[in-house]
């Protein structure tokens, strides 16, 4: 197991970015999924191990970007042009992998974070 330290929420109006940082560890997976009020949590990006391949959900493609910094051991979501219904609860989630392999599913995951929260006004 590993453990997952978030940081980086915060309100912000819409438009605005921000960049959500985690920890993270070598040969583990990397993803982010967001939890709004009364809503179940979704996928939202991740990345593999060492970060060859990534992925997205579609309402967040071309917005935001999921990166790695092997070296510092972190993974980045950076968000721009964000929206109202971005607003939500982030998770940063790891799993142990092979290289090149990534997951969208939550149940992929074994370890997770403490949640940041993003809140967009308009």
Known sequence: QVQLVE???GSVQTGDSLRLSCTASDWY????????????RE?????????????????VKGRFTISRDNVKKMVYLQMNGLKPEDTAVYYCAARRGVSGAYYS??????????????TVSS
């Open 7 to 9: 940081s980086g929420g």
């Open 29 to 40: 997976a990397m993803g982010w999924f967001r939890q709004a009020p009364g809503k179940e």
């Open 43 to 59: 996928f939202v990006a991740c990345i593999s191990w060492p970060g060859t391949k990534k992925d997205y959900t579609s309402s």
């Open 105 to 118: 599913r939550d149940s992929d995951y074994t370890d997770w974070g403490q949640g940041t929260q993003v």
